[in-house]
Structures are given as structure tokens and as C-alpha cells.
């Protein structure tokens, strides 16, 4: 499987890949999370915007933030229609009420951009009780993809094979740290060796010291975004609906608003190539719009980077490991959700 711009690459952005793909955005239900000024979800907006959606959903947690960002779209493009969606994913209540709210809008979500996420270097926890990051950035986009499977399946119904996607929006720091099944809160505790983080993670993310360590939540949960793409891609290739996970390279947003200064130290290390948000958000718009990944040729073969696929490291390839994690969110939703 390939893409079919081999010429994308890490300058490209966000308009050009949405303008090569209009024919495939046109019509559309596109849902997309986490969005606020200066962010990855600013950028999808804009770009998916720009080639006339039929709806664009906004869902995130500070209203204040995603109106003034409807309002952006609007001003530049005032056919599409957007609705704002309240939605907290550090809450599974906020979540339903979120699909709730979506479902009495629309029978029909063609793309669905799980791109909301955080990283944190202190311990916080969900509403639930579970780990901020992985409770954010996996559990609740778990949640919220799974309460709208039926109007994600009646899209793939209405449309050809492999147009309905799923984009779990990932990153490069998924090589920080596998699943953590003996300590998915991430508290410290002693792990099987597949579980830790592999030996080539640089000293500066300080695997060694005792207690939380952020970077290996933020890893896991990355590592969670990935898996779940590879489960559903597999699991709903009868239905026609295909799942990406998709490195958006290095932007400076909000992401890091709460890191301390060592932190953004550390962050600022990790890459020396830089991406405005537009070149950001154009990977995830290949994984969403691109008519040549309509299906996946092996279970691993989900992840993108710079617009192209990408090899994974071995603890986000296996199957078995993807499907353990899927029963272990259902356990932390308290629902079950057979495909
Ligand atoms: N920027 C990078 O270099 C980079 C690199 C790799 C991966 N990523 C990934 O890209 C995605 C987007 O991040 P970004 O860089 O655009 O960061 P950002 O500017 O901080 O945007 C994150 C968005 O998610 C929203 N959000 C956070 N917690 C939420 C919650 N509990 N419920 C609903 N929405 C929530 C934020 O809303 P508020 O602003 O209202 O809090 C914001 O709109 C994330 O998944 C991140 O892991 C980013």
C-alpha cells in the first residue's frame, strides 16, 4: 500500500494535501477534536474547511476557544456549516453527552480526526480516576470513536468501500513506552520487561527515576492511539471503515503549555525540523482524504508520518497485544463494544 502523492513530504501542508483531495472532502461529515487558536485542530479546520464539507464538527473542551475558531472558518468560507460540540475527554459523561449531542444532528459521520490530546510531566487524573494522558489521549477517544460506530457504519454503508476513516492523531514519542498493562495509571509500579521502555530511549526522558514520569504516560498513550487504529482497521474492514495513526512531526501549539522549563528543553531536542500547524495537519488529511488507503495490507501497516507510511517499532505492531488493549478500554468504560 502506498499513498498516492509519494511527493508529500514533511513541507507540504495541510491546504495543498486538502486541495488535492477536494473531491474527496466535498459532501463530507468530518468530525474533528481538540481545536483552539493555535493548534493542530485549528489547521484541519481550516484546511478541510477550505473544499466544502457538507458538516464540520468541532468538538473540545473550551467553547470560548472552538467558536473563535468556527468563526475563522466561517468568515473565510461561509457555505460550510459547523457545529461546535462540548466535549471534556477527561470525562466519560462529557463524552456521552458529546455523542449524544453529535447523534442528534447527524445519522452520518464520514471522518472522524481523533486529534485532541495532552501531555503532562505531573500526575493528574480523569474524572474517572484514570492517568490525565491515558485517559485523554486513549479512553476517552476510545469512548467517544465506539459511541459513534453506528453512524460511523451507516456512513460506510452510503459510500464506497475504505472512504469512511478514522484518524487517531499519534506521535513519534509512541517509542517511549509500550502498554503498560501491569501500570496503565503509570505509577511506578515493577513490570514484565515487554512492558518498559525499550533500552534506545534517550537518557534525557530520565526512565530511571522512581515514581510517575509523564513522558512514559504521554508514550503509552501515543502507543494506545496507534493499536487502536491497527484493532479497528482489522476489525471493520467488513464494514468498509479503515483507522490511521498519524505523527504529526514537531509544531509548536499548546501542546507543551504545561511543561516546565527542563521539559521544554527536552521537547526542544527531539526535533530539529520544526512544521507550521498548516504542515502539521497535512499527514492526518492524507490518512483522512487520500483514495488510495481504502484498505490496509497487514495489521501494522496504520501509521503515518510526514505524509507517507512509516515502519513501527515492535511493541505497537501486534495484533494480540491491540486487542488486549481494546478489552482492557472497555473495562475502563464499563461497556462493551463487539464490532
Ligand atoms: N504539536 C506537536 O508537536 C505534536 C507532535 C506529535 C503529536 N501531536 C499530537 O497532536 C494532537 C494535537 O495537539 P496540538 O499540538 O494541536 O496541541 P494543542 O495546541 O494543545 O491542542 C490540543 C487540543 O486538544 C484539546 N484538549 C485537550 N484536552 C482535552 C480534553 N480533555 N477534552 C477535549 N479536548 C481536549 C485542547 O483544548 P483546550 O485548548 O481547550 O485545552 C486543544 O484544543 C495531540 O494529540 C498531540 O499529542 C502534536
Redesign the pocket.
Known amino acids: 500500500m502506498a499513498t498516492s502523492h509519494p511527493e508529500f513530504d514533511k513541507h507540504t501542508t495541510g491546504t495543498e494535501v486538502a486541495e488535492a483531495f477536494s473531491g474527496q472532502i466535498q459532501g463530507k461529515n468530518v468530525i474533528i ?4 487558536p ?6 484541519l479546520a481550516l484546511a478541510i474547511g477550505s473544499q466544502q464539507p457538507a458538516n464540520l464538527f468541532l ?4 467553547e470560548a ?2 467558536q473563535q475558531v468556527a468563526d475563522e472558518v466561517r468568515k473565510l468560507y461561509p457555505e460550510v456549516s459547523i457545529e461546535s460540540v462540548a ?5 466519560q459523561k ?1 463524552i456521552h453527552a458529546a455523542a449524544a449531542h453529535i447523534q442528534g444532528l447527524t445519522d452520518r459521520i464520514d471522518i472522524l480526526i ?6 503532562l510531566l505531573k500526575p493528574e487524573k ?1 474524572e474517572e480516576g484514570i492517568e490525565m494522558q491515558f485517559g ?2 486513549h479512553i ?1 477517544p476510545f469512548l467517544f470513536t465506539n459511541l459513534l460506530m453506528p453512524q460511523l457504519k451507516n456512513a460506510a454503508k452510503l459510500s464506497e468501500s475504505g472512504s469512511t476513516r478514522i484518524v487517531n ?5 509512541y517509542q517511549i513506552s509500550p502498554i503498560r498493562f501491569h501500570d496503565y495509571n503509570t505509577e511506578g509500579k515493577e513490570v514484565p520487561l515487554d512492558e518498559r521502555p525499550p533500552d534506545r530511549v534517550p537518557a534525557m526522558f530520565n526512565m530511571e527515576a522512581p515514581g510517575y514520569n509523564g513522558w512514559i504516560g ?1 508514550g503509552q ?2 502507543t494506545a ?1 496507534i493499536l487502536f487504529a491497527m484493532y479497528l482497521s482489522h476489525n471493520l474492514a467488513k464494514d468498509g471503515i479503515v483507522s490511521y495513526g498519524v ?11 504545561s511543561l516546565d522549563d527542563n521539559g521544554n528543553e527536552v ?1 526542544s531536542k527531539t ?1 530539529d525540523f ?2 507550521t ?1 498548516d504542515q ?1 495537519a497535512a499527514g492526518m488529511l492524507v490518512a483522512a482524504f487520500d483514495p488510495n488507503l481504502k484498505s490496509v495490507s497487514e495489521p501494522s501497516a496504520v501509521y503515518l508520518a510526514d505524509c507517507q507510511f512509516d515502519e513501527l517499532q515492535p511493541h505497537a505492531t501486534s495484533l494480540d497485544v491491540a486487542e488486549r488493549l481494546f478489552h482492557l478500554s472497555e473495562e475502563l468504560v464499563g461497556m462493551e463494544f463487539p464490532l
Open positions: 477534536t481538540g481545536v483552539g493555535n493548534s493542530l485542530g485549528e489547521a468538538a473540545s473542551r473550551t476557544k472552538v466535549l471534556d475527554l477527561a470525562s462529557s481523533n486529534n485532541a490530546g495532552v501531555m480523569t485523554t489521549n476517552g492523531v499519534t506521535s513519534a514519542g504521554y498513550s501515543k492511539n505523527h504529526p512531526g514537531s509544531i509548536e501549539t499548546g501542546l507543551s503549555r521537547i526535533n520544526w512544521k500547524a502539521g
